[in-house]
């Protein structure tokens, strides 16, 4: 395995709500996503500088959809996720399962809900 493969946390992240939104995956989407699904309140510049990073590897991939009168005529940018960067993902999970194999009674306290 290539360790530049191995996604990092917030890397990870971006991937599963892409996958989750499928073709409603945008910025604004994007972010409420994060905040309803993760609790995690990120700026939307960091979204979109971790989704150009996502796009450089070749992870993800954008098109613009057309442009819509609430936005004051301005298009929307989507992204979707590539075989490559579903690859990342599997690989990044299969090393946490890995890792986290034999922990169970460890893990438990830290991770109860």
Known sequence: MD???LLGGFENLLLLVILRLDDRAYG???RQEL???A???VAIGAIYTGLDRLEQKG???????E???ERGGRAKKFYRVTAQ???ALQETHRAIHRLSTGLEGSLTACLSF
Do not use: E, N
């Open 3 to 5: 360790k530049s493969r």
């Open 28 to 30: 604004v989407a994007i």
């Open 35 to 37: 905040l309803d699904q």
């Open 39 to 41: 609790q995690k309140d």
């Open 59 to 65: 992870f993800v991939k954008s098109w613009t959809g």
């Open 67 to 69: 442009p819509t009168p």
């Open 85 to 87: 960067g579903k690859k």
